[in-house]
């Protein structure tokens, strides 16, 4: 058992260094065909077409369906995303806070230049920013009572009242994805 549970940690751990290689490489300077080529020196719209994109499915498909929704709806804590270390209520609040900060173009309180915000119009951002402050609050009460009371696993379970909380979350980030189309489109970038 000892031997199979090394070989694990083993196996994983390299898994890991190869994905955070691969990361790592498609921003190294000098290579014509990863990310950082694409964005600094060939098509710009392109690229930031792909960005908008995957950010649009990240926050609808991986962060509101398959870390929230499915745990939610089974409702199983098997299912949800860190079924092991009960950390699913930080997995969500620091998924989303990366979002945010490529959205408003800062990082630990810093603004570090123009976001995709600044090409929006008066009511298309006052109307994001409401959802986003939607999002931030449902995100903020699952991590409070996570930290206080009851892990997300049994946050999830049906006679909980903050399972109707995860769901209404799970439908917001969904209409947040879906936003991505409406940001990119005045960036002047069609999705």
Known sequence: MQRDSLAYLQAVSAKIVTDLSLVSSSWIDGDARNYRALLLE??????LKTIYAAMGVFIKSELA???????VLTPSEEDEHSCFSDNTHRDIATNYQGFKNVIMATY???YYGTSPLDAMSIDAKAKLRHLMLKIENKIA???TIAKTSRHFDYQIRPNDPQSRVILKLKNELRKLGDMMVIIAKQNGIRI
């Open 65 to 71: 369906n398959e870390r929230i929704a499915v745990a």
């Open 42 to 47: 060939g098509d710009a719209k392109e690229a």
């Open 108 to 110: 630990k309180g810093a």
């Open 141 to 143: 009460s699952i991590d």
